[in-house]
């Protein structure tokens, strides 16, 4: 999937998880870190990419694009894994204490927008041809459907010209129908 897809499938997922288990307390610094760490956990699998976004908005990015594309091994390998998942959990309860303020941010609700956005990723690349090594280090691909001639190419048609829309026709009806909820939230934010 292209990073558009994958941000929007995040952004939908996060909206969705948002209302099905909407948070107690929530101020405007944690809406906007949740947003914005939701995207960057949709980028982070393919950071063993040089082409990934998040290169380009690091000082140096290329350079550190290039250590970290060979801890990856390869494109869809640990990153697109279950083992990489682990691997992330950990790293984000490592580090999202030592770089956030708790007294400003719910860090909790940060951790589970990265989560939300890293899964969703690796969902969103199931349904490609390509599959993900979703067992690794076993190297067979998995992938939804199991007939591989039935899911979509990456960047083709049918994700650019269906995908993309139903997701953008989704995310607006779910938040039309579901807008007592969101504005629950809002004046949350607000208070």
Partial sequence: MTAATHDLVAFAALITSAALFPPQSLNTTTAF???VSCVVGALIPDLD????????????GNFIGKIFRNLFLH????????LGIYLFHLLFTFVLPKILNP??????LVYYSLMIGLISHIAGDMLTKEGVPFLFPFSFKIGFPPIKALRITTGKFFEKFIILPSLTVYIIWFVISKKEIFLNLMSLIRS
Avoid: G
């Avoid at 082409?51 to 140096?60: E, H, V, Y």
């Avoid at 494109?75 to 279950?82: A, F, N, V, W, Y």
């Fill in 75 to 82: 494109h869809r390998t640990l990153s697109h894994s279950i």
């Fill in 33 to 35: 870190v949740c947003l």
């Fill in 49 to 60: 990419q040089a082409t990934n976004r998040l290169w380009d908005l690091l000082p140096a």
């Fill in 103 to 108: 007294s400003m941010v719910d860090i909790s």
